[in-house]
DNA sequence: CGAATGTTTGAGGATGCTCAAGGGATGTGG
DNA sequence: CCACATCCCTTGAGCATCCTCAAACATTCG
């Protein structure tokens, strides 16, 4: 997560920009690393595909973020990338970005910061996905959602949810008829009212609270 | 992760060696965040306690690994350290690491490339917990310790288990009397033998096509 | 317009949790 | 050095959650 002022500075960096459509790939497994990505506008979703030939869904990307961090250790990408709408974004080519931020300080600390809030993120996720039942980790993946808007200045009581039904119960571990299920089951509670893919939490409190604390990022 | 070579290079930079005791603490959560941890022997957990007041295991650290590395991005460590046997650890005074790996080149290349691999591993930590049943997870975990103790040129066949049964069934979301019955029936299947907390891998390639393929590191 | 993809609902069944109990190891204080 | 408390591990029985299978409908897109 970068602020508005971050992301205008990287674009002086930026050689490329690009307009990804709806299914589009920004990488692939096992492409070359050779740049991070800055999403400027849509969403993204990271995944694998695993021994079996499956799908496996690991992450969602907004507007703000950076994807191709989990690449630098190595010499590809690990995941594909792949566009859940119209998107825009900014490829910084790592080279640069690292010689960079041997000169400005303030840079390379960003990005310290930036890489060890992912880490962090990702273990929070972990937990969710250790301890929590469906209910809870269904209500945790919208509250961190309202909560990555509601830091880009954005509604954080009402969005869009851009992947599927599928991509969120491969994502929570769930079966997609679960997630279908629980959709129906926290609108009937009146915590969610769900029209299509677009969401708005009705009962902010009751939803937070059902997701246990994980909504204090 | 990082090599010998470099972990000898970083305690030249070292303030402080720790020897902690079994039980002792490297760090709470909460207390202010100045310096990453280089495990030398030993190993330890990572944990936090969650709402509800219950411990949440997310992590287990071997010799080679780095400690703290998820409290950059805040002024606090987020989570508890805490030593599983009498271990040893060189604290890495966080500042003087920055201002370093400005003029070393290599240093700060090193640093992206351990904090991008620890995104990495949780990313497929997390597919593990998301995607697999009880016997994969304990599998996955298994072969996981295996790798990383072959890393450091240790046998990858048979090593302690330094944490309990609990700590095991908690990181992987599991019951304990669960994790106690895997035990029980691996090694019924030959895939395992243990006695009390030391473990023999009898059937690699059994053990490794039970975990998926989180062997692969 | 037809095909593919996505969503919802129902019924049955398996995996893993909870509750319960007993035995073993560890450690502390008298 | 022993007694007792605590923690750890194991095994059993019943049960809840969530998955699988099946079917129908909606939506999107070529």
Do not use: W
């Not at 969610?192 to 009705?202: A, L, M, P």
């Amino acid at each position: 997560m970068l602020a508005d002022s971050e992301i205008e500075f990287l674009e002086n960096i930026v050689e490329r920009k690009k307009v990804l459509k709806k299914g589009e790939f920004l990488f692939h497994a096992g492409d070359e690393f050779d740049a991070i990505h800055a999403i400027r506008s849509g969403s993204l979703k990271s995944y694998t595909i695993s021994a079996d030939g499956t799908e496996q869904v690991t992450g969602f990307h907004l507007p703000g973020e950076i994807v191709g961090l989990n690449a630098i250790s190595t010499t590809a990408y690990p995941s594909f990338a792949k566009a859940l709408e119209t998107s825009l974004v900014c490829s910084i080519p790592f080279d640069k970005l690292e010689s960079l931020s041997r000169d400005i300080p303030g840079l390379q600390k960003q990005l310290f910061k930036v890489m060890s809030g992912e880490i962090r993120e990702e273990q929070e996720l972990m937990m969710l996905l250790s301890k929590k039942n469906a209910d809870e980790r269904f209500a945790a993946l919208i509250m961190n959602m309202s909560a990555r808007f509601k830091r880009r200045g954005l509604s954080e009581k009402e969005f869009q949810l851009t992947m599927t039904r599928g991509d969120i119960g491969n994502y929570l571990g769930l079966a997609v008829e679960t997630v279908s299920r629980l959709v129906t089951r926290l609108q009937k509670q009146q915590l969610i009212s769900i029209q299509d893919r677009y969401i708005e939490i009705t009962d902010m409190p009751g939803l937070s609270a059902l997701a246990g604390t994980s909504c204090h990022v």
